[in-house]
């Protein structure tokens, strides 16, 4: 999990105590006074205004200037406390400022078992959609790979391209694209360009790698920073789990999002819990509803798997009634981006926002959530 910057605090002298320095000057008359009186018994005693300035007026300024230089001290140190707080609490607030960007999808393309026909995987969240035959209960297979045993990951890759190609939405728009994301290995990566470059002419871009859920930190970075009106960002991926350690079969998916700021759903930063740790999931939660700028949990949350579920439902965050692991399967590492994907299609088809948990590795979650772009 992420956490905002801790300081420490500011040592300010402490408060005047008020008590002990009118003791102390109690003390200086007394000892004046009893000086007065032994040099009185004298012969040669001196006597006047002078002599009584020298025995407790003298000593009295001594006693108000030392008290004046600790106030001002103090003020000081309570000045500066200020301006250090100040300072941490502006640092603080640019921290959960910037956790708060997010980037901005305009389109969702999935492929996986239900086969390339985007409105079934949005039918999924609103129940018009059943979860796939699955007769061997082993695996969850992209239907138009069937018969294709090995190096999965291309062929999703090659036809995953294909959707992007025959897509209106971005036919006349390859020109623009500045950023590719990808996640999957190089070889798949490599299918997928010179797929698209098979059918496209002179395109040109910047790759950043989603090697974990972590990188889409920079990819949002990135977005923010580079991506104006006339640029577009795509993010894409895919990956096949050969085996499921778990009773679940093994899945296998593609996704691809276009970002651009013409986007009307907006993804933000992510929160990565270890199961193992002693931060709480619903710590994680109150930090996404910051982020989001959300009052209350999402009215509407999914979950890849029961694990994830289990683990986030102590904080708040449900999403019994959408557990998606009966239309995907157990997809490993591109598990979260899935999660994503289905939250981000719930989110432009009802604009409301949509939460969303997965888990990454065996013993570790990550939740997120999307919300309408512009909703603050």
């Known amino acids: 999990m992420k956490f905002p ?142 018969n294709m045993p090995t190096v999965r990951e291309q062929g999703l890759a090659h036809h995953l391209a294909q959707q992007l190609i025959n897509s209106p939405e971005i036919k006349s728009r390859w020109q ?75 899945g296998e998916a593609g996704f691809a999002w276009i970002a651009s700021q013409a986007g009307n759903a907006l993804l933000h930063r992510a929160e990565e819990i270890d199961v193992a740790s002693d931060v709480e999931s619903g710590m994680a939660a109150r930090h996404l509803e910051r982020y989001a700028h959300l009052d209350d949990m999402p009215e509407c949350c999914l979950a890849m798997d029961q694990k994830s579920m289990a683990e986030f439902q102590p904080g708040g965050w449900s999403a019994i009634e959408h557990i998606l692991a009966p239309y995907w399967g157990a997809l490993g590492e591109i598990s979260p981006y899935i999660a994503i994907s289905m939250s981000l299609l719930h989110t432009l088809d009802t604009q409301q926002p949509c939460g969303w948990m997965s888990q990454c590795t065996e013993n570790k979650m990550v939740i997120g959530v999307t919300v309408p772009h512009g909703n603050r």
């Open 176 to 250: 623009s694209l500045a950023y590719i994301s990808w996640f999957g290995d190089e070889a798949s990566f490599q299918i997928f360009i010179e797929t698209i470059k098979s059918a496209v002419n002179n395109i040109s871009f910047i790759r950043l790698d989603l090697k974990c859920i972590d990188d889409m930190d920079h990819v949002i970075d990135v977005f923010q920073q580079s991506i104006d009106a006339n640029k577009w960002m795509l993010c894409a991926g895919t990956y096949s789990l050969s085996q499921s350690a778990d009773a679940i079969p093994a």
């Open 5 to 146: 910057p801790e300081y420490p605090d500011y040592i300010t002298p402490g408060p005047i105590r008020w008590r002990r320095w009118g003791i102390l000057l109690a003390a200086i008359w007394l000892i004046g006074s009893f000086l007065a009186l032994l040099l009185r018994s004298t012969e040669q005693a001196p006597s006047g205004l002078a002599f009584w300035f020298f025995i407790i007026g003298f000593p009295s300024l001594f006693w108000a200037l030392a008290l004046a230089i600790r106030y001002l001290l103090l003020q000081i140190g309570l000045k500066n406390r200020s301006s250090y707080q100040q300072v941490v609490e502006q640092e603080q607030n640019d921290w959960w400022q910037e956790r708060s960007l997010g980037i901005a999808i305009e389109k969702v393309y999935l492929i996986g078992p239900l086969g390339d026909e985007q409105s079934l995987y949005s039918g999924i969240m609103t129940g018009g959609t059943p979860a796939p035959n699955n007769p061997t209960l082993l695996s969850l297979r992209y239907p138009l790979l069937l």
